[in-house]
């Protein structure tokens, strides 16, 4: 069975400090993709990043970064820099076949 | 270019009703996914149509029900609604059938079943 955790229900940091969320993930597929996806208070998700199963190079896009750990079976998420504009829910997924698994989501709040 | 619409955005139903949900897909996508999300979770799968086709289905009574329409638009239909089947429904929208590319969501209906 295929299942996402996201331990951390709620984080709380003032602007500017690092902030890192964690997801663990569980499949027995061999080829498989995952996400990482925003939902603002607006309620639509946004995509952030996608990775497979076979590319554990880690990724920097602005004050965003992404640490894949097949090892742990660990996608974990890090903002630099923190800015009340990313307070929001961030989900993690995983993807095989035709469906995408979510996590239960982590509350991020940012206050200035 | 036209993200994923959904409407309505707001629905109020009582209980024993049947309601129908709507979605245009993003401009170019192919393939729809419909996902149940309460209060504090995660978005769960529903069932996912390509080519007018329910490709799969997540743990959900018959009661939930698709359809596709030859322009890739979806609906989703829920008959004797229960009172636990109030959330935020979220069409997401993608291309080529399959889930690996990454979707397209829109704001999805918020369903109120009182």
């Known amino acids: 069975a295929q299942k996402v955790t996201q331990a951390q229900t709620e984080i709380s940091v003032v602007e500017k400090e690092d902030v890192t969320l964690d997801c663990v993930y569980e499949t027995r597929d061999t080829t498989y993709y995952l996400f990482w996806y925003k939902q603002p208070p607006s309620g639509e998700l946004v995509f952030l990043i996608r990775r497979n199963s076979f590319d554990e190079q880690n990724e920097i896009s602005g004050r965003y970064s992404w640490n894949f750990q097949k090892s742990t079976s660990s996608f974990n998420f890090t903002i630099t820099a923190s800015q009340v504009v990313d307070s929001a829910v961030y989900f993690c997924?995983?993807?095989?076949?035709?469906?995408?698994?979510f996590g239960a989501g982590t509350r991020l709040f940012v206050k200035a | 270019d036209a993200g994923v619409t959904q409407s309505p955005t707001h629905l109020i139903k009582t209980r024993g009703q049947q309601v129908t949900l709507r979605c245009s897909p993003k401009s170019g996508h192919d393939t729809v996914s419909w996902y149940q999300q309460a209060l504090g979770q995660g978005p769960q799968f529903i069932f996912q149509?390509?080519?007018?086709?329910?490709?799969q289905r997540g743990n959900f009574p018959d009661r939930f029900s698709g359809h596709q329409f030859p322009n890739y638009s979806s609906e989703l239909n829920v008959n004797a609604l229960l009172l636990g089947d109030s959330a935020l429904y979220l069409c997401?929208?993608?291309?080529?059938?399959?889930?690996?590319?990454?979707?397209?969501f829109g704001s999805g209906t918020r369903l109120t079943v009182v």
């Open positions: 997924a995983l993807a095989g076949g035709f469906k995408t698994i």
């Open positions: 149509y390509y080519e007018e086709e329910e490709r």
């Open positions: 997401a929208s993608s291309l080529g059938g399959g889930a690996t590319i990454g979707y397209t």
